[in-house]
């Protein structure tokens, strides 16, 4: 728990006659001026049972709960988050477990709440993580009422999808997904797909681009590695990785496969959420995911009973804050405890990290995943170092491309035309050193040594 004077956390709040701590009038200084939450309103509850789901296993720590938000609780936070933003932009993100098992009306309420607090000049926007699966028109209705942003978990073509994503029977689940996902579409609800990369899809990359591309018309998708070790707490050197786990070389070829297709065809049409946060590394610009950032500590998670954690990874006894109803939550952002969490991303980087060429785009990424060890010995590299390494090495050229065409003004999308132009047999663009034909047109999949780009 955070070391902050009870006397400048917990006042009396007249309005609801209970103690509850108030806004500091003094902003802490260390707090950030933007912070995200997720925040868990059924803890780690889910209706299905994803074999690699690391939230479930959560439910431990807090035995017998009925894993609810209260109703008093869900004000709390509301006014919290809004009132602590030193910025216009606030997000409000739902997450699980599967929020929508707290049903329509918990959020019909939490969006007049969410009004009820909102500054003049604040901007309110709504997001929710689901699988899909319980979604109606009634939801759809109020998702798309809101402005709700959507993320929506499916893992590839039913095959795939099915491969771990199962319901408490064991049963596959893709074609209720297929229709939560329809009625989003038919209510024009703004959607992103989240598809995580694990053993059973990693070898399919372009299968599973463009079923979303192409069969589901996603525009929005997010990739995310699973890693799962064999002990699921704490880091001990030499964990060893479920057989779920995804590949490390397999991450790095499965991103490069989608890269050369989305390169050749998609830029600016397709928003794959780790080529965005890679083209703003190359274009000097913050890459806008946690796990690219040199430090972090600004994202943490909130669990149905108030409990604020480090990170929605470190939902663990050593990374409690505190609670938002002892302590408010711009305190616990501003702590010595969080602070130091989001420093140690940068300051436990091994030598081999921080003389990496693509140090500036990778960052070692999230220090969840940073179990073993570098060529040299020293702990503390990260799992999926070489599947990041390649693909990074692998999109430099064009990356430097594209972020030239924004430095100019121009639009990234430009690359897809000078792709087109260049001659079968001229050097290719991206700069390989290679023909053209046997490197960006068709899928190409070599990688090359850069030295870091001059913009950062
Ligand atoms: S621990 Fe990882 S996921 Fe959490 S905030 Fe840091 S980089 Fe992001
Ligand atoms: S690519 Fe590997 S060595 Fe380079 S920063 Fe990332 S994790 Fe470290």
């Given at each position: 728990m955070a070391d902050v004077p009870v006397a400048l956390t917990v006042k009396a709040a007249a309005r609801r006659g209970e103690p509850r701590p108030l806004l500091p009038i003094d902003r802490p200084p260390t707090a950030p001026a933007y912070f995200h939450v997720l925040a868990k309103p059924t803890g780690p509850i889910c209706n299905l049972d994803c074999q690699y789901c690391f939230f479930l296993s959560k439910e431990a720590l807090y035995p017998g709960d009925r894993f609810r938000m209260a109703e008093d609780l869900l004000e709390t936070y509301l006014e919290q988050l809004i009132e602590a933003q030193a910025g216009p932009e606030v997000t409000i993100a739902w997450q699980g477990g599967e929020p929508t098992l707290m049903g329509v009306d918990f959020f019909r309420r939490a969006v007049a709440m969410a009004e009820q607090h909102r500054r003049p000049g604040q901007t309110l926007h709504h997001t929710i993580q689901t699988n899909g699966t319980l979604l109606t028109d009634e939801w759809c209705a109020l998702l798309k009422e809101h402005g709700?942003?959507?993320?929506?978990?499916?893992d590839g073509p039913p095959e795939l999808h099915d491969a771990y994503?199962?319901?408490?029977?064991?049963?596959?689940?893709?074609?209720?997904?297929?229709?939560?996902?329809?009625?989003?579409?038919?209510?024009?609800?703004?959607?992103?797909?989240?598809?995580?990369?694990?053993?059973?899809?990693?070898?399919?990359p372009l299968d599973v681009y463009r079923y979303f591309r192409d069969d589901l018309g996603l525009r929005h998708i997010q990739l995310i590695p699973i890693v799962e070790r064999e002990n699921d707490t704490g880091f001990q050197e030499g964990d060893k990785v479920t057989d779920r786990t995804v590949d490390?070389?397999?991450?790095?070829?499965?991103l490069i496969a989608i890269f050369d297709e989305w390169v050749q065809r998609d830029v600016g049409t397709v928003f794959v959420q780790m080529f965005d946060a890679a083209l703003a590394s190359w274009a000097g610009a913050p890459p806008g995911m946690c796990i690219f950032g040199e430090t972090c500590g600004n994202a943490v998670a909130l669990e149905h009973n108030g409990d604020l954690y480090s990170c929605d990874h470190f939902v663990e006894p050593k990374y409690l804050l505190g609670n938002i109803t002892q302590t408010h939550i711009v305190e616990l952002l501003a702590s010595p405890q969080q602070r130091s969490f989001g420093q140690a991303k940068l300051d436990t980087l091994p030598r081999y990290c921080l003389d990496c060429e693509v140090r500036f785009a990778c960052n070692g990424e999230c220090p969840k995943n940073r179990f073993i060890l570098t060529p040299d010995g020293e702990p503390g590299l990260n799992y999926l170092c070489a599947g990041y390494k390649a693909f990074f090495l692998h999109a430099d050229g064009l990356m430097r491309l594209m972020a030239g065409a924004l430095r100019r003004g121009g639009y990234a999308d430009e690359v897809i035309g000078v792709l087109a132009r260049a001659g079968r047999n001229d050097p290719c663009p991206c700069g390989s050193g290679r023909k053209t034909k046997r490197c960006h047109s068709g899928v190409g999949t070599g990688s090359r040594v850069v030295s870091p780009p001059s913009v950062r």
């Open positions: 709700f942003l959507v993320g929506i978990s499916i994503r199962v319901d408490k029977k064991g049963q596959p689940t893709s074609a209720k997904v297929r229709r939560g996902l329809e009625l989003l579409l038919a209510h024009e609800v703004e959607t992103n797909v989240l598809c995580t990369v694990n053993a059973a899809n990693q070898d399919h490390a070389d397999a991450w790095g070829r499965f």
